[in-house]
């Protein structure tokens, strides 16, 4: 089972759309999540970092966490053709910071 | 603030040839770190730097070392490329000396080893 687990995608979604990523980790003992995005060609961005269970908002993105199920998820509302790209999940454990491999998002106008 | 930077963009080195990829942040950062990545194997941990004189092997160390040249600066050597190192190398940055804090990452430099 790997550490930090997304689906590869890709997700495609119509412009206006929400968007629903998902993340799933195994250390049980992790306290703090991230989520970056890259475009293609470019280097991962932080957008959002969550460390307690529940949903935390800015802007178009909101991240979910529940610690219980191991999950943790980003939405984005009303998608944008501007957000087509790779979203990276990162989890930190008892150890290191540990990495999925990312979804892409495609959004069509 | 320029954020994290890196040197070279680009380099493509023969096998054997050696290089130093080297990083820079403005942010008063203690910690740094060393990524590579490869199609259809995420972001792997090469070395960290926790802070200034310390340095720590991550996931895939073998081929590499590194050197905290001071705060702002952490350098990558590869002292006898070889083709398996080919990836694009990430240099990030983070504000405490544990890992897991967020990081924040420079442009990348891809390298090809021929």
């Known amino acids: 089972q790997k550490e930090v687990e997304q689906n590869s995608g890709p997700l495609s979604v119509p412009e206006g759309a929400i968007a629903s990523l998902n993340c799933t980790y195994s250390d049980r003992g992790s306290q703090s999540f991230f989520w970056y995005r890259q475009y293609s060609g470019k280097s991962p961005e932080l957008i959002m970092s969550i460390y307690s269970n529940g949903d935390k908002e800015d802007g178009r993105f909101t991240a979910q966490l529940n610690k219980a199920s191991q999950y943790v998820s980003l939405l984005i509302r009303d998608s944008q053709p501007s957000d087509s790209a790779t979203y990276l999940c990162a989890v930190k454990g008892t150890g290191k910071l540990i990495f999925g491999q990312g979804t892409t998002l495609q959004v069509k106008p | 603030n320029a954020g994290v930077t890196q040197t070279p963009k680009f380099q493509v080195l023969k096998t054997g040839q050696s290089m130093t990829l080297q990083c820079a942040q403005d942010m008063n950062h203690n910690s740094m770190y060393w990524y590579r990545q490869d199609p259809g194997m995420g972001l792997r941990l090469i070395y960290y730097s926790a802070s200034e004189g310390t340095t720590d092997k991550g996931e895939v160390p073998n081929g590499y070392n590194v050197s905290r040249l001071n705060k702002r600066e952490f350098s990558l050597r590869l002292e006898s490329a070889a083709p398996s190192q080919t990836s694009v190398y990430f240099c990030?940055?983070?504000?405490?000396?544990?890992?897991?804090?967020?990081?924040?990452f420079g442009p990348g430099t891809r390298l090809t080893v021929t």
């Open positions: 990030a940055s983070s504000a405490k000396s544990t890992l897991g804090n967020e990081q924040y």
